[in-house]
């Protein structure tokens, strides 16, 4: 069973760009500079992922965008906030040299602020620069359910440009529901072993009610351990956390880089405070006017526009094992669509200690997972070769538990379950049931012969999920903000160019900043063009030219 996420995957450079530069997310996800490991916008914890909130849209049609607009809040600072407004963090180490870590309480509910407080992880690294700072730079590498805490403290903080980092406090907050900001809980470790390995393209009824009753079970055993978070890890609920931080940081505006989920994150703040919109880069956008069926539409035409640029460079290859020169794309996806269908019906070893073994659907996700980044195409064709000429799982399983974050004592962070939650508080699900999607199945399949019928099913788990949700797709326009930087990739896998093109419409003040090229997300990539152009907005306000593109 495939779920499928948008955060920033684990960045090799680009081909023949510089090493220093790279998004690395290692093999628990959080950020290094070594591992082949791929991430991004994980979707619904096997529902795709994307959020909104604001606007009714039928659950179940593909209408198109929605027309609703997300309304600014207030500017006046409610009176019953004001004690979480005017708090102090207490700064104290937190084991990582040069890093300092705080606990920020916010309301749990935000319309009943005196019902109880919610605990939110916070780090810091001060800026390195002589000159007074120009204030804190919050990032979050997506998900949902990335923790941004990891991402500052084994990149962003030590990673991002020196001049960048000379000039801004760097700074993180894993959001409510996340790693260790009282982070939702689900199914344990072997529990997540058999969700993840379930047959995620059924071939009959018995294999579908096996994949509804695996959807059922995470449910509801996120709703048994974490009753008291489900209805209130919202998108807008995170985005108020994220400006009482602004202010208990002492910073007037937010500056803030989020990459894929990220950006949703970003854009609805953006849309509730425009009037403390400071410097906002949007890597990797979501549109938020779109229902969860089109969200997901979306993602599976984008991760076959990412098949197919594999499948080019793959059969240059002197060793790509779906085929050689002359092979068509299409081509390579039926060679590999018939190696899914040998692993669906005879698995092979994993060769790890708990003696897993792939099938289609662990396979399948570490296929997904590699075409966040074109620098693990390698490692996939490697895989891949091991798999289907010496039937060694064993590459494949590394991809897929990279994508987990499963570690090697079969440990899962609680990434999935918080992306889960989340997406399926943001939007009504996609499906209501299997009759539903199973008609839907030949408009998904057309978006992706290669992986249209898995990412289908995928977004199904929402229909079970035991809380309502809150939110509905909406137009984010943020009248009265700075001026907002949007990101695009023209290949992006996971958060299609498309999405940039229409929350870059959207925004009021947005700039689009195109990179034409493969991959989740562009900066700190390796294109010299993208970073200097958002390296000149972080640091001088200067936003990039209109239409600008870099390759």
């Keep these: 069973m495939h779920t499928w996420s948008s955060l920033r995957r684990n960045r090799r450079t680009r081909r023949n760009r510089p090493r220093s530069r790279t998004w690395i997310e ?19 914890a096997v529902a795709l992922f994307a959020s909104a909130c604001s606007s009714g849209s039928s659950t179940t049609s593909s209408s198109g965008p929605a027309e609703a607009v997300l309304a600014a809040l207030p500017r006046a600072t409610p009176s019953e906030l004001s004690p979480y407004y005017t708090q102090h963090l207490h700064w104290r180490s937190c084991g990582v040299s040069g890093f300092q870590c705080a606990t920020m309480k916010a309301p749990l509910d935000y319309a009943k602020p005196g019902a109880g407080d919610i605990r939110l992880a916070v780090a810091r690294k001060n800026a390195t620069g002589k000159d007074k700072p120009i204030g804190s730079l919050l990032v979050n590498p997506g998900g949902p ?21 000379a000039r801004y406090d760097m700074v993180a907050m894993d959001p409510r529901g996340v790693a260790r900001s009282e982070p939702v809980e689900c199914l344990g470790a072997r529990q997540m072993d058999a969700y993840t390995q379930t047959d995620s393209t059924p071939d009959d009824r018995k294999e579908t009610n096996e994949l509804v009753g695996e959807y059922k079970k995470f449910a509801e055993s996120c709703g048994t351990h974490s009753a008291r978070l489900l209805r209130h890890v919202s998108t807008v609920e995170a985005a108020r956390d994220m ?5 208990v940081l002492g910073d007037p505006k937010l500056n803030y880089v989020g990459a894929s989920y990220g950006t949703f994150l970003g854009a609805t703040y953006a849309g509730l405070f425009p009037q403390r919109t400071g410097r906002l880069v949007l890597d990797g956008a979501i549109d938020p006017s779109l229902d969860a069926r089109n969200l997901n539409l979306g993602q599976t035409a984008g991760f076959e526009t990412a098949f197919q640029a594999f499948a080019k460079d793959c059969v240059r290859q002197p060793d790509c094992p779906l085929g050689g020169r002359g092979t068509t794309p299409a081509q390579v996806g039926d060679h590999l669509k018939a190696f899914f269908r040998k692993l669906d019906a005879h698995p092979i070893p994993g060769g790890d200690a708990d003696h897993r073994e792939v099938g289609e659907s662990l396979a399948t996700t570490g296929v997904i997972a590699a075409m966040y980044d074109e620098g693990a195409w390698g490692q996939l064709r490697e895989a891949l070769t091991s798999a289907m000429r010496e039937k060694d799982g064993a ?4 991809l897929s538990d990279g994508y987990y974050e499963r570690d090697a004592n079969g440990h899962y962070s609680n990434l999935m379950m918080a992306n889960a939650a989340v997406n399926c508080l943001d939007l009504p699900p996609a499906f209501t049931g299997p009759e539903q999607l199973e008609q839907a ?3 998904f399949e057309k978006a992706s012969p290669v992986f249209g019928e898995g990412l289908a099913w995928a977004s199904l788990n929402c229909a079970y999920w035991p809380v309502k949700a809150t939110g509905e797709p909406h137009r984010i326009e943020a009248k009265g903000a700075a001026p907002i930087v949007v990101v695009g990739t023209t290949r992006d896998p996971a958060t299609p160019y498309v ?3 229409s929350l870059a419409r959207q925004l ?17 990539r390796g294109s010299a063009c993208i970073d200097s152009a958002i390296d000149a907005y972080l640091l001088h306000g200067t936003p990039p030219a209109k239409g600008k593109r870099c390759s």
Excluded: K
């Design 243 to 247: 400006d009482i931080l602004r202010a």
């Design 26 to 44: 290692a093999r628990t996800r959080s950020r290094t500079r070594s591992s082949a490991r791929v991430t991004g916008t994980l979707l619904a």
């Design 145 to 165: 359910g990335g923790s941004a805490i990891a991402y500052l403290q084994s990149y962003a903080g030590i990673g991002y440009p020196a001049e960048v980092r």
């Design 499 to 501: 999405w940039a093109e």
């Design 508 to 524: 009021s003040s947005a700039r689009l900043l195109t990179y034409v090229g493969d991959g989740h997300t562009a900066y700190g």
């Design 395 to 398: 590459g494949l399983l590394a």
């Design 441 to 443: 199945l030949p408009e």
